[in-house]
């Protein structure tokens, strides 16, 4: 191991180039605050790439830790670490960042000091909660970076921008105030310690493990988000700037399943096994019910949004059945739904950027006039839809598997996602890109330029590779995965 | 003790700006008496009546520093109202000598005489803008509302009186701890007192006067009223409470606990309802200080006196970081305010970030903090006094705070909403001097820096409070 703190690296460098930009100030040095964000964002980028090269994937310890008293009087650490699960979602957020700062280049012609400021210092944040290992160091950044999106989605999002982000933000907060009193109560439960890895060997009764069962549950099921509670998700989604769902999307959403895996599992394992049922219902009700809801949908961004929704409820059902396929297979889907939910965003974002208009019906025969992108963003459906050959079908595959495993008849449910999903989405593309020309605006519209050809064509490589070759993303959670499993089914009573 | 406060004799003059940098020079001076007398032991002074101890010293030095900010955030907008005078500064200059005498009290009395300077300074600063209805409205209603929640305190010490033969604090404690007073008296007396504080603090039941004398007095001075006074009430509530009626600590703390809990419900509940920022702030600080008070009813749980420390250091941590938001955020009100135009309402704050983008940072700083959202310091506040809370086993009354705040984040970024999305209705460029400028900034980034590195100022309060326990 290095004495190279990449870690804090991965959370500071954005941060510092956010403050950065900021600092150029006004409209005036707009191209100034472009390039320190490009470069910065590329500077995180950089320096999480150590974080898997030098990764051990033969052990589930934490790694590349980092350790400073932060607040001795309530024995707050600095401490950071990364294992298997965490580390992909370091790297997922780096790369993120940089697409966000690409697909917001020319789009974005007010503040862009304050938007490129926005989004790195998000992604520093971000990073933070993926590396933090003391509790309140979790809950700081995890609270902190509502800030930026919410100014985001606020500051640069549609007409009904306003309601959404206080939704949003409200919707968040409440959830992880429950999470706060939990974390506080297990520093009193475990004699004054905010060390996660001491709380996951801690003892704990059934009425406290359930007590934090539902505390966490209150904060994660929010931030997935899981039915019933996900109804702020559509509305930010749809306000929000396209960069804003990007990352809203593509991590946003992650933050709340890592959380299950590094607190609610390993923490509360025999509250979480008694409440499985209850969750995997719910998986199943958002899998299906609102892959319906996605069917019905008139607003592209509408629809993915329940798309993204319907894919969570199958990540928290991977989670939930408690056997390595599911467990993996839901990493595997979290991880392509960043690419792929993503690059649908992008996508819907390129065609708004021209005919300011999300309505599928004011869109046909797109194909015409855009080849190359419709090209990418066909692929990038057939993704969402989790067609074999794309890194969709990989996860949804092993948590279909894993749910037979489990029982059939929740595996069949489950499986019912490759229609539905394939439905909806390939319906929505029919209709936007394919036939003739509806109406004069789609003929005028131009194909994509080099800057939106690079950052989709980024994407769809990893979509590719993913769905081809897995393995060095299934190779470094698998010690880690097996670890967790273990974990959560040895009684803590 | 630090009297070098009575320099005041010499304000007579006229030159506002002399009586400005003299009141300046004599909170420096008070400060630095204050800083050279301090050696860490407890001395008492003047026949028992005054204690000089190291919680004292820090409250003190803390109000040397808020009363300094706010004459500088002051001062611009007096001049322009054309109210800056000399009576102002003397004014400020007794209220702060009451303030101190609060913080040093060892005895009732000398608690009441400090109480009452700070008091009447107050209800003079209130009516200094004499040709305003609303400001005059408000000194009267302060007045007489002050003056009744006065006889109920003084009724309260004379019921001790009564039970324990003695006013020295340290004399009550004793006399209680040996069981040689009479419990009822007694209990009344604790009624009365406890009701009396609660007035000056402003939580529910008694917090009638907070939203109209906050809205009728003229900016700079709620501004005064809502910081240092907290200070010294939380003196004042530590020397009383703590250090005298330590004993009865199960009854006081069930009081608090219920007027801590109805604080926080109305006080964020209201603030949602109001327009005026000044009336909205004003209902917010009554919910921190509902907040303060769930640090002081933790400290003692079932006989169990080692948590006392942690609980009240994290009450102590929690009141000097509401002022520090409290300034800043009725500093961005004066900021805005110029010559004939109050900044008062909600629409005032439209669209500043188009306007300043640093000073609408900065006010979005301060509600994120006061919301209770990291990385700023008021999310350590909220922190160290649930956690408190909940080590002493009250995990509902830590739930109802949290829900509650989530209410009030909700009038937080209302106001953090008008001024980054909203379009402004005012272009006029802000007129403030480069003073409160570079003050008000530092005061923003403190709010922040604190917040990233809250443990000095967190050991501080417990360090300080450890030798008055």
Redesign the interface.
């Known amino acids: 191991m290095t004495g190279i703190p990449f870690l804090s690296l991965a959370i500071w460098v954005p941060i510092v180039g956010g403050l950065l930009a900021l600092a150029t100030?006004s409209d005036r040095n707009a191209s100034a605050a472009r390039f320190v964000a490009l470069f910065f964002a590329l500077a995180g980028l950089v320096v999480s790439i150590p974080l898997y090269t030098g990764f051990d994937v033969t052990t589930s310890a934490m790694q590349f830790v980092e350790s400073y008293a932060?607040?001795?009087?309530?024995n707050i650490y600095y401490a950071l670490g990364v294992d298997g699960i965490s580390v992909l979602f370091v790297l997922l957020n780096s790369f993120i960042t940089l697409i966000v700062v690409i697909a917001g280049w020319e789009v974005i012609q007010v503040?862009v000091a304050?938007y490129m400021a926005g989004f790195l210092i998000m992604s520093g944040l971000i990073n933070g909660i993926f590396s933090a290992l003391d509790g309140?160091l979790f809950?700081?950044?995890f609270?902190?970076s509502?800030?930026p999106l919410?100014?985001i989605i606020?500051?640069w999002g549609g007409p009904n921008?306003?309601y959404a982000?206080?939704k949003f933000?409200?919707y968040t907060?409440?959830g992880s105030?429950?999470m706060?009193?939990a974390l506080?109560?297990l520093?009193?439960e475990s004699g004054g310690s905010f060390n996660i890895l001491d709380w996951h060997q801690l003892k704990l009764g059934m009425d406290a493990q359930t007590l934090i069962f539902w505390a966490f549950l209150a904060s994660f099921a929010v931030k997935i988000p899981m039915f019933p509670v996900h109804t702020w998700l559509p509305d930010a989604h749809v306000e929000a700037p396209t960069g804003g769902s990007i990352v809203l999307a593509a991590i946003g959403l992650k933050l709340g399943a890592y959380g299950f895996l590094r607190f609610s599992l390993p923490i509360a394992p025999d509250a979480s096994q008694a409440f499985a049922p209850l969750i995997i219902t719910l998986s199943l009700i958002a899998v299906i019910y609102i892959g319906f809801v996605a069917l019905v949908q008139t607003d592209m961004k509408k629809l993915v949004a329940y798309s993204s929704i319907s894919h969570m409820g199958f990540v928290t059902l991977g989670f939930f059945i408690f056997n390595p396929l599911g467990m993996e297979g839901a990493l595997v889907q979290m991880i392509s739904h960043g690419f792929v939910s993503g690059a649908m965003f992008a996508c819907i974002g390129v065609l708004y950027d021209r005919m300011h208009s999300r309505q599928i019906a004011d869109y046909g025969g797109v194909v015409n006039v855009m080849p190359k992108f419709a090209a990418l963003f066909m692929l990038f459906s057939m993704a969402n839809s989790g067609l074999p050959a794309t890194s969709g079908f990989v996860g949804e595959f092993m948590v279909a598997l894993g749910a037979v495993q489990f029982n059939f008849w929740v595996g069949f449910a489950a499986a019912t996602t490759l229609i539905v999903g394939a439905a909806y989405t390939l319906w929505m593309y029919k209709r936007v890109v394919f036939g003739a020309i509806t109406n004069h605006h789609v003929s005028e519209l131009t194909d994509i330029n080099n800057r939106e050809f690079v950052f989709l064509a980024i994407l769809a490589v990893c979509v590719l590779v993913m769905g081809i070759y897995p393995f060095p993303v299934t190779e470094v959670m698998h010690a880690s995965v097996n670890d967790l499993l273990k974990h959560v089914a040895a009684s803590k009573l | 003790m630090s009297f070098a406060i009575l320099l005041i004799g010499t304000f007579v003059r006229d030159s506002r700006n002399i009586v400005y940098f003299l009141t300046q020079f004599t909170l420096v001076g008070a400060a630095a008496v204050t800083i050279m007398t301090m050696d860490g032991q407890v001395n008492f002074t003047f026949s028992n009546m005054y204690v000089d101890d190291l919680m004292g010293d820090f409250l003190k030095l803390m109000l040397y520093f808020s009363v300094a900010i706010v004459l500088v955030y002051s001062r611009g907008y007096m001049q322009d109202r054309k109210i800056e005078s000399t009576e102002y500064y003397m004014l400020a200059i007794y209220a702060t000598l009451g303030m101190m005498v609060m913080i040093s009290a060892n005895h009732f009395l000398t608690i009441y005489l400090g109480l009452e300077l700070l008091s009447l300074a107050l209800y003079a600063m209130v009516a200094l803008q004499r040709d305003s209805a609303r400001a005059t409205e408000a000194a009267m209603k302060y007045f007489v509302l002050g003056a009744l929640a006065s006889g109920l305190l003084l009724y309260g010490i004379s019921m001790i009186y009564g039970a324990t033969g003695t006013l020295e604090i340290s004399g009550v404690a004793q006399a209680i701890y040996h069981q040689a007073a009479n419990r009822t008296i007694l209990m009344f007396g604790l009624v009365f007192v406890v009701a009396g504080l609660a007035f000056k603090l402003g939580v529910v039941p008694f917090h009638m006067w907070i939203p109209d004398v906050y809205h009728g007095a003229p900016a700079a001075i709620t501004l005064f009223i809502a910081s240092a006074p907290k200070l010294a009430a939380f003196a004042m509530a530590m020397r009383l409470l703590v250090n005298g009626l330590f004993e009865l600590a199960d009854q006081w703390q069930s009081m608090l606990m219920f007027l801590a809990v109805l604080s926080i419900v109305l006080g964020n509940l209201a603030a949602i309802a109001q327009s005026n920022i000044k009336r909205m702030l004003g209902y917010s600080g009554i919910s921190h200080m509902g907040f303060m008070l769930l640090g002081l009813m933790s400290g003692v749980v079932g006989g169990d006196r080692h948590f006392a420390l942690n609980a009240y250091s994290s009450s102590m941590f929690y009141v000097v970081s509401y002022v520090l938001m409290s300034m800043a955020s009725f500093g961005v009100v004066l900021l805005l305010s110029r010559a004939g135009f109050e900044a008062e309402t909600l629409d005032d704050f439209k669209g500043l970030n188009k306007r300043s983008s640093w000073f609408a940072g900065v006010m979005a700083m301060v509600m994120f903090s006061m919301a209770g959202i990291p990385f700023f310091i008021g999310f350590f506040a909220k922190f160290s006094v649930l956690q408190a809370v909940v080590a002493a086993g009250y995990i509902w009354i830590a739930i109802l705070a949290v829900v509650m705040s989530l209410i009030g984040a909700f009038y937080y970024l209302r106001v953090v909403k008008v001024m980054f999305f909203d379009e402004p209705v005012d272009s006029t460029p802000l007129t403030a001097s480069a003073d409160m400028r570079v003050l008000l900034s530092m005061n923003g980034v403190a709010i922040a820096a604190l917040g990233l590195m809250p443990q000095t100022l967190m050991s501080l309060c417990a360090y300080s409070l450890l030798g008055s326990l």
Do not use: C
Request: hydrophobic share 70%; proline share 3%; charged share 10%.
């Open positions: 100030g932060w607040i001795p009087r309530f503040k304050q309140v809950y700081v950044f609270e902190a509502l800030i919410f100014i606020g500051v921008r306003v982000a206080i933000f409200l907060l409440a105030l429950l706060l009193i506080l109560y520093f009193m």
